[in-house]
């Protein structure tokens, strides 16, 4: 870039500039991306990046559902302008702030009300990253995915058993053999319809990797997933106990023991999210608390102790398969 303004002419670079990035900047250079606020932790991030290139030789489109502030959709763009990709990745929020989100962004606290747009900010923090990221502002419970094969696949926003439906039905379709899943909240202790998913697409899906530090595990397709199979996959209506409990052994025969406390707290969650508060502590103590992280062991107590006062959020939001 250097070397080409001290050859042209300005206003030819200007111009030059002005096709790239669709507006008049002069001499301007876009700031760095600002991965400040981030849900996700460098290992992520990293993993993110690593993932780019991995797939650099699929034809599809990069793809990051709840992307928030954007630190996800930075590691993805950055992969693919070390690429020299002329790709994008098309980030997905509603953009749309609610009061769990202060607690995760000291600089914005307090800054937006619950119901208020963060698309601009998500869109500044991008800076130099710019022309490689489309922010698509969309509910995924209804949003159709018709934008062609997608080579990458970053899930941080399988948030209940209905967005799991919608997602999957929506962008599985269009996954290219060799591509790469990344879901964000494998790990997490309160995500069970995770591995009910990937256990009933395991002919079709192939457990990858990990992190340490944080809950990514990523799933590569092994074979395109049939259309019967899939819409039996995500019908979570008929769901049996015992093919849950299966699945969470799976999970954990796959991924080996860095599972085993997540795949403790699922199973509790689960039954909480069912509504059954007596199981769900019978559970916990049972689990002997040994294998699950101090903070997750606090949270699902947390979370059964809520359900117990009467706030049965947590079922409501999963009662609905
Ligand atoms: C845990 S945050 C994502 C964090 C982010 N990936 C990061 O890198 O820090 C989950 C996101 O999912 C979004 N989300 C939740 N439900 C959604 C829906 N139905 N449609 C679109 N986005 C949704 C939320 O707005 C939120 O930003």
Not at 141 to 163: E, I, Q
Not at 165 to 185: C, K, M, N, W
Request: with cysteine; net charge neutral; proline share 4%.
């Amino acid at each position: 870039m250097n070397a080409l303004k001290k050859l042209l002419p300005t206003r030819l670079m200007a111009g030059l500039r002005y096709i790239r990035h669709g507006r008049l900047s002069w001499d301007r250079t876009l700031p760095s991306a600002d991965l400040s606020s981030a849900m996700t932790t460098k290992e992520e991030q990293a993993l993110f990046t690593k993932s780019v290139r991995d797939v650099a030789k699929l034809q599809g489109q990069v793809i990051d559902l709840g992307c928030w502030l954007g630190s996800t959709t930075i590691s993805l763009a950055s992969g693919l302008r070390d690429l020299n990709d002329s790709g994008k990745v098309y980030a997905f929020d509603r953009f749309t702030w609610e009061p769990w989100m202060d607690l995760y962004s000291s600089e914005h606290w307090c800054d937006y009300l619950p119901g208020e747009s963060f698309l601009p900010e998500t869109r500044r923090r991008m800076g130099d990253l710019k022309p490689w990221v489309v922010l698509v502002a969309a509910d995924l419970t209804t949003y159709h995915w018709d934008n062609g094969p997608v080579r990458l696949l970053l899930v941080d926003a399988m948030k209940s058993w209905r967005l799991t439906t919608s997602i999957a039905r929506e962008f599985y379709p269009s996954l290219v053999v060799g591509s790469i899943v990344l879901h964000q909240d494998y790990l997490s202790y309160n995500h069970p319809w995770l591995s009910v998913l990937q256990y009933r697409l395991r002919d079709y899906m192939r457990y990858d990797t990990c992190v340490s530090h944080g809950c990514t595990a990523t799933f590569k397709l092994i074979q395109q997933i049939p259309p019967d199979v899939l819409t039996a996959a995500i019908n979570f209506s008929l769901l049996s106990d015992d093919e849950a409990e299966r699945s969470w052994l799976w999970s954990l025969a796959v991924i080996g023991e860095r599972a085993r406390g997540t795949m403790a707290c699922s199973k509790i969650m689960y039954h909480l999210g069912k509504g059954d508060i007596e199981r769900s502590k019978r559970l916990l103590s049972e689990s002997g608390n040994e294998h699950i992280e101090p903070h997750n062991l606090l949270t699902v107590q947390q979370d059964i102790a809520k359900a117990e006062s009467g706030d049965h959020s947590w079922a409501e939001m999963n009662a609905d398969r």
